[in-house]
C-alpha cells in the first residue's frame, strides 16, 4: 500500500506477514535499529515466542526470491487481471481498492451462512465472516482471488454468485 501511494520512505515501522502472499506463517516487523532493540528487550509477546522453525525461514526466503523475480512479476500481473475479471463481472458495488480479497457486505449472519453455503454446492469456497470477526449486522463473504484461478473458473464464480445474488 505505502508503495502504491509513494509513501514507502515515510513509514517508520513496517509490519508484514508471511501467511497470506507468500504461503507461509509468522510475520516480520522492520524499522530502526532503534525501535527493534527496543522490541527485543521490552515487547513480552515477543520476548516469550519461539522463533519460526528452519523450514519456514527457508520456505520465506525462497517465497521472496519468486515474489522479486521477473516470474512473481508475472503472477502479480496475472493476480490483478483476475481481480478486475471478478470486479467488473459482479454488478454491485465493492471497495475500490484492488485487493484479491473481496468483501461482499450482506449483513445478516443467516443469509451470509446460506450464501456461502449455496456457493460450496457450486465447488466455490467462500467463507461467511460473522460476529465476532466483523460488527453485528455486517457479516460478509470473503471471496479470495489468486493469480493461479483460471478464466474459466472466474466466470463459473461469477456465473454462481448471480445465481446466488440475483440483483448482483
Do not use: Y
Request: aromatic share 4%; glycine share 8%.
Amino acid at each position: 500500500m505505502a508503495a502504491h501511494w509513494g509513501l514507502g520512505q515515510r513509514i517508520e515501522v513496517q509490519m508484514g506477514t508471511l501467511s497470506k502472499a507468500l504461503g507461509g506463517s509468522g510475520g516480520f516487523i522492520t524499522s530502526s535499529r532503534a525501535l527493534i532493540d527496543l522490541l527485543i528487550n521490552r515487547a513480552r509477546s515477543f520476548i516469550f515466542s519461539t522463533a519460526p522453525p528452519p523450514a519456514i525461514a527457508a520456505g520465506a526466503s525462497a517465497a521472496l526470491g519468486i515474489v522479486q523475480s521477473a516470474e512473481g512479476e508475472r503472477l502479480r500481473d496475472d493476480l490483478r487481471q483476475n481481480i478486475d475479471c471478478v470486479r467488473h463481472g459482479l454488478r454491485f458495488s465493492i471497495d475500490a481498492l484492488p485487493s484479491p480479497i473481496i468483501p461482499l457486505i450482506i449483513g445478516d449472519e443467516s443469509a451470509a451462512l446460506e450464501a456461502a453455503k449455496q456457493l460450496q454446492q457450486d465447488c466455490f469456497l467462500v467463507p461467511a465472516i460473522r460476529f465476532p470477526s466483523v460488527s453485528r449486522g455486517s457479516a460478509r463473504l470473503r471471496l479470495t482471488l489468486s493469480a493461479r484461478h483460471s478464466s474459466a473458473q472466474l466466470a463459473a464464480l461469477i456465473s454462481s454468485l448471480h445465481r446466488v445474488f440475483p440483483g448482483s
